[in-house]
């Protein structure tokens, strides 16, 4: 079993900043890309950001030069800050594991609960 548990969510007002941490716990001995992906109402689910264990890194183009997506393997843990936010942020946004390696083999796309992200004034 892996468990993704996010935080980090809220209100904040157009050009305020968020930082979403989203940590994998559980029996297993390494992960691979995580990302977050978020959705809105009435809308798909779509990646925002994603992140290898080498480090590379991926974004959509609406937030290249806004977000930033990292990690720290050693603490199994990936973060996205979000600056100069907009309303047309406003989404749940999820946490995802590409694949981990249990002992009882490998577990592939893995999902948080999500955590609420409202931009308003």
């Known amino acids: 079993q892996v468990q993704l548990v996010e935080s980090g969510g809220g209100l904040v007002q157009p050009g305020g900043s968020l930082r979403l941490s989203c940590e994998a716990s559980?029996?297993?001995?390494?992960?691979?890309?995580m990302g977050w992906y978020r959705q809105a109402p009435g809308k798909q689910r779509e990646l925002v950001a994603r992140i290898t264990r080498g480090q590379i890194t991926t974004y959509t183009d609406s937030v290249k030069g806004r977000f930033t997506i990292s990690r720290d393997n050693a603490k199994n843990t990936v973060f996205l800050e979000m600056n100069s936010l907009k309303p047309e942020d406003t989404a749940v946004y999820y946490c995802?594991?590409?694949?981990?390696?249990?002992?009882?083999?490998?577990?592939?796309?893995?999902w948080g609960q999500g955590t609420q992200v409202t931009v308003s004034s």
């Open positions: 995802n594991v590409d694949s981990a390696y249990t002992p009882r083999g490998r577990l592939v796309n893995l």
């Open positions: 559980g029996a297993f001995y390494s992960i691979d890309a």
